[in-house]
T-cell receptor
Framework: QKEVEQDPGPLSVPEGAIVSLNCTYS??????FMWYRQYSRKGPELLMY????GNKEDGRFTAQVDKSSKYISLFIRDSQPSDSATYLC????????????FGQGTILTVHP | DAGVTQSPTHLIKTRGQQVTLRCSPK?????VSWYQQALGQGPQFIFQ???????QRGNFPDRFSGHQFPNYSSELNVNALLLGDSALYLC???????????FGQGTRLTVV
């Protein structure tokens, strides 16, 4: 079993839809949770960075962490074609502090 | 403010050869981590350098080695290249032991 599981999709939605992306994990020591966006053939771009449980909002993006369920989510409101990319969740903590463990990535396409 | 820069952007090598990839950190960052990303997968942690020493290492063979210079820039060396080493190699930088990491655009290595 992988430490971080992420549905690879692909996910296709119409412009303006609310998108929900999710990851589950097995390592209870993880305390830091990140979402990255990666366009084709580019490096990952940090979207959201959260510590422990709770919600964090930044513009159209909301990150949620539920440590009791070992489940994190990223919501994108009013999705745009420019949001089309691969979204990667990443985590760190405990003995692997500083090392990021990634999910497989979810491919998202927002069509006009 | 210059972000994380990597060179070269693309590289083609023959099986058995050696390769060196380079990374310059984001301004103010002193920690450098290297990741390997195979097509369709999330990045996998190779190792991390801080204060010119390897601080953590992932599950990669000794053919993968690195170095950090006094100006915090870093090199990744891979010896005896295998076809399976073909991937996008990503450099991520952060401050101290922080987990908020920013990535470069990557070096795409093709081994033929």
């Amino acid at each position: 079993q992988k430490e971080v599981e992420q549905d690879p999709g692909p996910l296709s939605v119409p412009e303006g839809a609310i998108v929900s992306l999710n990851c589950t994990y097995s390592n209870s020591a993880f305390q830091y949770f990140m979402w990255y966006r990666q366009y084709s053939r580019k490096g990952p771009e940090l979207l959201m960075y959260t510590y422990s449980s709770g919600n964090k909002e930044d513009g159209r993006f909301t990150a949620q962490v539920d440590k009791s369920s070992k489940y994190i989510s990223l919501f994108i409101r009013d999705s745009q074609p420019s949001d089309s990319a691969t979204y990667l969740c990443a985590m760190s903590g405990g003995t692997s502090y500083g090392k990021l463990t990634f999910g497989q990535g979810t491919i998202l396409t927002v069509h006009p | 403010d210059a972000g994380v820069t990597q060179s070269p952007t693309h590289l083609i090598k023959t099986r058995g050869q050696q390769v060196t990839l380079r990374c310059s950190p984001k301004s103010g960052h002193d920690t450098v981590s290297w990741y390997q990303q195979a097509l369709g997968q999330g990045p996998q942690f190779i190792f991390q350098y801080y204060e010119e020493e390897e601080r953590q290492r992932g599950n990669f063979p000794d053919r993968f080695s690195g170095h950090q210079f006094p100006n915090y820039s870093s090199e990744l060396n891979v010896n005896a290249l295998l076809l399976g080493d073909s991937a996008l190699y990503l450099c991520a930088t952060s401050v101290g032991r922080g987990t908020e990491a920013f990535f470069g655009q990557g070096t795409r290595l093709t081994v033929v």
